[in-house]
C-alpha cells in the first residue's frame, strides 16, 4: 500500500446485500480468521468461562482471564500444568459454544475457498472445513514442542491433557465439557509423572504457539504455507473475495496487509471486513472494500 491511512470504522450501506454479491460472483473465497470469530462463537478468554474455570487460579494468582494467565511465573510446573491443562481442554477439546464457524462453513462449502488463521483452537476443523485448506500461522493448542527447541517436532497432546485435566477433579462429559462433581474443589497442581518432557532431549516441553522465535514450524506448518502461497498464486486473475473476519492488529501482517495490498494488486479483488468495532479499509481499496460492524455470528447468520 502507498499509505496508511485508513478509513473510520464504519458499517458500508447495504453492506450485507453487497458481501452476498461478492459471495456469488466470486471464484476464489480467501478467508483470514482472528480471535473476534473465536469471540463471536463463544470462545472468550474472561468473563463467565473464566470465571467457571479458573476462578480458583483467580482468586490464588490474581489475574482475570485466560491469557494473562498462560504468561503467569508459576512455581512449578504441577501448577503451570493444571492452569494449561484447563485452558487447552476447554478452548481445543471443547466445541464451541455457538455454530458461528459451521455457519461460515455452509458459506463456503460449495465454493473454491482456502483459510489462514491465527487462532489456535482448531475451530475450523472442528466444524468439518477440509484441513488441506487451512493454514493456522500461530501454532495449535493441541500441540506440544521441545521447550529450546532442540528439534523441529511438534507432539499432539490430547491423551495428556485429558489425564491432567481429570487429575485435578474434572469429569469430562461425552461432549466434551469438563465439570467438578458437587462438593468437589478442583486442585490446582497436576502429578509430577504427566508433565511433558521432550522425547529427544529430556527438557521441558512447551505449547506450540507464536510467543517467541522458539515456535516450532513443523512439516505441517510448511505444507500448509506451501497450499496457502499455491492457492494465493493459481487465483491471481480470478475475480477474488478476500474475507478478513474478526482481526484486530495484534498481527496484522499475518493477512490483514496482504489482504490490502492484494486487493489494490488484483483488479478482480474485493476485500472485506468483518469485526465489531474494527471494520475497516484503507482508503486506496475504499471502493473494492465492504465494512460490515457487528457480531460476527449474527453477520454470518443473515448473509446465508
Known sequence: MRSQLYIRPCDTPDGIEKLRSALDKAEAVVIGAGAGLSASAGFEYAGERFERYFRDFSEKFGFDDMYSGGFYPYASGEEKWAFWSRNIWINRYMKAPKPVYERLSELVRSRDHFVITTNVDHCFQKAGFDKKRLFYTQGDYGLWQCAKPCHDRTYDNEKTVRAMTEAQGFVIAE?????????????????????????????????????????????????????????????????????????????????????????EERPNAVYACLNRGQAFAPEEIAEKSVCINGDIGEILEKLG
Open 175 to 263: 461432549d466434551g465439557t469438563p465439570e467438578l462433581p458437587r462438593g468437589v474443589s478442583a486442585k490446582m497442581t497436576v502429578p509430577t509423572e504427566l508433565i511433558p518432557r521432550c522425547p529427544v532431549c529430556g527438557g521441558p516441553m512447551t505449547m506450540n504457539l507464536r510467543v517467541d522465535d522458539t515456535f516450532v514450524e513443523d512439516g505441517g506448518w510448511h505444507a500448509a504455507s506451501r497450499r496457502y502461497s499455491e492457492y494465493l498464486d493459481a487465483h491471481e486473475s480470478a475475480k477474488t473475495l478476500f474475507l478478513d473476519i474478526g482481526t484486530g492488529f495484534n498481527t496484522p501482517g499475518v493477512f490483514k496487509i496482504p489482504f490490502w495490498t492484494m486487493t
